[in-house]
């Protein structure tokens, strides 16, 4: 009983904090003009608009294989590029390896970049490649730097530093120390940021495609604008195994690298 | 042969920390540094390789040539050149984990070779030859090939042995080599260290004074920055007494204040 009671004390003290943010929601709701009304509205007509769209387009199935390739192309050459810009960044941005000042503006960069969205990016883009997959790719690789980079960063700081300073005192200069001593140190790790990053790619193309980039995202824009739902159903289908098969892959891949890194 | 001449060096409240340290070290000599923990020991070693720059005073290597370096005047591109042949040992290892046994003793080399070669191409069959005589020298050679992550204390600590020992070096320093070994260990690691001081001098610090006895062909005992004992490894328990008397009477007094109990 005396427990009980001591139990429901704690929460005393959250009483005034969520009364706070009660308030706040319903200020905002009212603001944004979102009701419980309109979210049930909504979701029966979003109901009714799914059934609409089925079954899906088969006949559109095979030609809408190329264009999720190529989605997944951009998403692939994006991470790949933006993996070799995040390691320059993150070299730079680690302490132990960089000047104090050259780390502090490329962290800023670094930071400033995952600032933006990769959509304003390719927007920005789009103005000097024109529309395709070459706008995308670029978007990708730059929206690589404010996660990879930064993460790459941190796991470089982690590095023991007498170590260095043992490869130092033989002889070896800074290139043959990120060589041989900080590349391999912090190898497992890369690979586990630029799996995860690839996953997000991959979403990240299907949205840039239906902005401009091409690929799979076009298509599900294309076929909404024409009022195909059908094919639109089809394009969100094969999305959807595009996310997931790499989500899997990705994840299988990364849990591989734990492991082995437990054995070290 | 190393010679060091009149090191000091001062903290900038005036502190001195090295207070005129001079000695010589000669091939065929094993010296063991002795002293109380924050009386220069490590400053004084960290000197020799040029770790440290100190406020006044030389520090002069002389390789099997004859040719003369002073460590503290010469510049950056020099010093790098001098280093390769400087092998160093520290108390935590400080090898690259993620590397092989083998490539660890490799990267005593990295200074002597052309940075082009080291980062494209890595060693050569012939150089990986020798390193393996070096390992078979510390007899490990059968670990060769294992994650030096993996390997134990004693282990790594023969690892840095071999990587010196591929370096060919003029000079072996040694900062507290066994101060994280078991004894068995300990007495492997002297064992390996002292037969490398028949063509070069070798300097370590060292807390064990039943050890230096043993296997040191000389002691040097630094006490508040300045040189205390310089002779025969073997001292009287007086010596003892006065080399580390301050440490151990605080140590004494502090066993007084604070009553231990051991706590399963």
């Not at chain 1, 070799?84 to 970049?113: D, H, M, P, T, W």
């Not at chain 1, 883009?125 to 990879?148: Q, R, T, Y």
């Not at chain 1, 980039?213 to 595009?242: D, K, Q, S």
Request: glycine share 8%; with cysteine; charged share 20%.
């Amino acid at each position: 009983m005396g427990t009980k009671k001591y139990s429901f004390k704690r929460y005393r003290k959250l009483l005034l904090p969520l009364i706070l943010l009660l308030a706040v929601t319903e200020g905002a709701a009212i603001v944004c003009g979102a009701t419980f009304e309109k979210l049930l509205q909504g979701l029966s007509k979003g109901l009714s608009f799914l059934l609409y769209m089925f079954p899906p387009d088969w006949s559109a199935f095979a030609e809408m294989l190329q264009p999720a390739v190529e989605s997944i192309l951009i998403a692939f050459l994006g991470t790949v590029f933006g993996a070799i810009l995040s390691i320059i960044f993150a070299l730079f941005a680690a302490s132990n390896l960089s000047n104090k000042y050259v780390r502090s503006i490329v962290r800023f960069l670094i930071g400033f970049e995952r600032s933006i969205p990769e959509i304003v990016i390719l927007l920005l883009l789009i103005a000097a490649f024109g529309l395709g997959a070459m706008a995308g790719i670029i978007a990708l690789s730059i929206g690589c730097i404010g996660m990879i980079g930064k993460l790459l960063g941190d796991t470089i700081e982690e590095i023991d530093v007498i170590m260095m300073e043992s490869m130092e005192s033989v002889g070896a200069n800074k290139l043959q120390i990120i060589a041989f001593g900080v590349m391999p140190q912090i190898m497992p790790s890369l690979i586990s940021y630029v799996l995860f990053r690839f996953e997000i790619n991959i979403r990240l193309s299907v949205i840039l495609g239906a902005v401009g980039a091409g690929g799979i995202g076009y298509e599900l824009e294309y076929a909404f604008g024409l009022l195909e739902y059908h094919r639109a159903l089809t394009a969100i289908l094969i999305i959807m195994i595009m996310v997931f098969g790499t989500e899997r892959l990705s994840l299988m891949l990364r849990n591989k690298i734990k492991t082995e890194g437990v054995l070290k | 042969m190393i010679e060091v001449k009149n090191l000091t060096k001062s903290l900038p409240n005036g502190r001195k920390l090295l207070d005129g340290i001079s000695f010589t070290v000669k091939k065929g000599e094993f010296v063991g540094i002795l002293g109380p923990s924050g009386a220069g020991k490590t400053l004084t070693l960290r000197c020799l390789n040029g770790l440290l720059k100190p406020d006044s005073g030389e520090v002069i290597l002389e390789d099997e040539k004859g040719l003369k370096h002073d460590l503290c005047k010469i510049n950056k591109r020099e010093l790098r050149r001098v280093r390769q042949r400087i092998g160093v040992i520290f108390q935590g290892y400080h090898l690259v984990k993620r590397l092989s046994a083998l490539e660890n003793v490799m990267i005593g080399r990295l200074g002597q070779i052309n940075t082009f070669r080291s980062l494209f191409y890595g060693f050569t069959d012939e150089e990986a030859v020798e390193a393996l005589k070096a390992l078979e020298q510390v007899k490990i050679a059968n670990m060769a090939e294992m994650k030096t992550g993996t390997l134990s204390g004693g282990e790594m600590q023969r690892v840095a042995i071999a990587r010196a020992i591929f370096q060919s070096p003029a000079l072996l320093i040694a900062d507290e080599p066994i101060s994280n070994l078991d004894p068995s260990n300990a007495k492997i690691i002297m064992k390996m260290i002292k037969p490398l001081s028949a063509n070069i001098p070798v300097v370590g610090v060292f807390h064990q004074p039943e050890m230096t006895a043993k296997y040191c062909t000389r002691i040097i005992a630094i006490k508040d920055g300045k040189i205390f004992y310089d002779g025969d490894p073997k001292l009287s328990n007086n010596m003892l007494a006065e080399i580390y008397g301050e440490e151990l009477s605080q140590i004494e007094q502090q066993e007084h204040a604070i009553p231990m109990v051991a706590v399963n």
